[in-house]
């Protein structure tokens, strides 16, 4: 089957999802990203003392890598304003999703849940532009995706002083994909290929809070036990 994530920034698809969509693509399911930002106005680049375009050259030059290290079947990092998103016409950003949607022809959708795990302003955008695109095409066009899930993080006693992030409860939570060791290693590696952002991820410890099971909501659906599979119930 064919899943297309869409996130805000470089590197949103290895903090968290990776081990997933390394574990999609072992299972021989394809595989798309949409990345609607080059990440070029992260604080990072002060560090390095590039502007804002360099810093975006150099995180989608990473992303390249990325994409060849997940070995994804296919990805687009358009270059609209990093960390202003919510400053844009929604009515524009619905476009650019719902054409590149129409153009992958996804089975399922992912983004971020509602409360963006950050709660960075860029994330909260993507999943409400997301879900408004998801609705619409559902009415509308008969090979509309079947599914929106959106990644979360299950509720956990781990701390970290450094970075807040919100999670979702068991009762919200409806899929719990279980991944190998080769797919959190690939998870990792991808992670390496963000040379710039080797300390951020220390610091926020991705891996660790990650683990061995990737979760998800899955939008207007409730699934107890949890399915395993962003894909479970939908037929070929």
Known sequence: MRVLYIFPHPDDESFGPAPA???????GHE????????????????????????MGDVRYAEMLEVAKTLNLTGMQVLDLPDSGLKEMD???????????????KPDVLVTYAVHGISGFHDHLVSHAIV???????????????????????AETTMEDAKFKLHTSTDVEIDCAIPVTQDDIQNA????????????????AKVMERTGDTIYFEFFQEQ?????????????N
């Open 31 to 54: 595989v798309f990203l949409l990345t609607y930002t080059r990440g070029g106005a992260t604080k990072v680049r002060h560090k390095y003392g590039y502007s804002v375009e360099e």
């Open 188 to 203: 990792a590696r991808a992670l390496d290929c963000y040379q710039t952002y080797q300390e951020v991820i220390r610091d």
């Open 90 to 104: 929604p009515i524009e950003l619905e476009h650019f999703t719902e054409q590149h949607v129409r153009t992958v």
């Open 223 to 235: 699934f107890n036990p949890h399915a395993t599979s962003l894909f479970h119930a939908l037929g």
């Open 131 to 153: 879900k408004r695109v998801f609705c619409k095409l559902r009415l509308e066009w008969s090979d509309a995706p079947k599914r929106l899930a959106l990644f979360t993080l």
């Open 21 to 27: 969509i390394a574990s999609q693509i072992r299972l």
